[in-house]
């Protein structure tokens, strides 16, 4: 995060629900220990979920857990649910405001990347239109759109067999296999490639960085790509079961 903050990024998107609110606590000790003056910052954090009491349970794989009596009003919409949460993540944050409150699910904040693109059908056509801006997660499919088709790594072998596995289905390995080339043709990584396309396409995408080298490769400025090179990049797409609404 200070790599962030040195390098110009302002702006930190989290969730009540991350890691059960410790995402939220990390980000107020980082403003304290770097004593960055929180009105020179803008805090996006979310709502929905039931922040699990043990740090062990994750709980959108505990079906019904809201129903639970020490989970009453915290979670889903109602005014009293809000209310509860954003008042949990002010003291998390230690902070008297939040700048942007998110809806954690029904929202325009979607799963959008060059190998899930279903949300291009009516939501993104809709914000489009109403001038709503589009914030999507995921823009490189978890990894799959920064590496060669095949590559193991430990977070896609880790979400195996969870809801959460993500796999290439149809057109997708074409596409990774278009990123490649594009990459090799431009002397830049496949994750600038696929951000280049997602950046075009959006408001901000919301890249899941882990190291201060892959957070310096995001910021893509100077990469772009032609409206040929989109096309080819897009062109082997094949419409997939929407996912992610729950
Ligand atoms: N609103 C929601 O419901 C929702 C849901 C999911 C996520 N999110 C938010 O969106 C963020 C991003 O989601 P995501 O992590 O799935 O995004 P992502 O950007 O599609 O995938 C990130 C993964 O790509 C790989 N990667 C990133 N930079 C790379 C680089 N420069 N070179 C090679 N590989 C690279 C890493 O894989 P390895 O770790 O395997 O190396 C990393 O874990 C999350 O952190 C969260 O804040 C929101």
Redesign the pocket.
């Known amino acids: 995060m200070k790599a962030a903050w040195d390098l110009g990024i302002n702006t930190i998107?989290t969730a009540n629900v991350y890691s059960n609110g410790e995402s939220e606590r990390l980000i107020s000790k980082f403003l304290k220990k770097y004593n960055i003056p929180r009105h020179q910052t803008v805090i996006a954090t979310k709502c929905y979920s039931v922040v699990a009491n043990d740090p062990s349970i994750q709980s959108f794989t505990v079906p019904g857990i809201g129903d639970l009596p020490e989970y009453v009003n915290q979670s889903g919409l109602s005014r009293a649910a809000i209310f509860n949460a954003v008042d949990a993540s002010l003291a998390r944050l230690e902070t008297p405001y939040i700048d942007l409150l998110q809806i954690?699910r029904f929202d325009p904040?979607n799963e959008y990347?060059l190998v899930y693109r279903e949300e291009e059908r009516e939501m993104m056509a809709y914000c489009k239109y109403n001038g709503i801006g589009v914030i999507p997660?995921?823009?490189?499919?978890?990894?799959f759109l920064?590496?060669p088709v095949g590559t193991e790594?430990?977070?896609?072998n880790s979400i195996k067999g969870t809801p959460r596995e993500k796999k290439l289905i149809g057109g997708d390995t074409t596409i990774v296999n278009r990123v490649e080339e594009l990459a090799q043709k431009k002397n830049c990584?496949m994750?600038q490639i696929s951000l280049a396309w997602a950046a075009a396409k959006v408001t901000s995408p919301?890249?899941?960085?882990?190291s201060i080298q892959?957070l310096r490769?995001?910021i893509i400025t100077g990469i772009e790509l032609t409206a040929e090179e989109m096309v080819y990049l897009e062109e082997p797409y094949e419409p997939k079961v929407v996912r992610g609404h729950l």
């Open positions: 998107d954690h904040a990347s997660w995921s823009p490189l499919a978890a990894g920064a590496r790594t430990i977070r896609l990584k994750s919301i890249v899941g960085v882990n892959r490769e995001s």
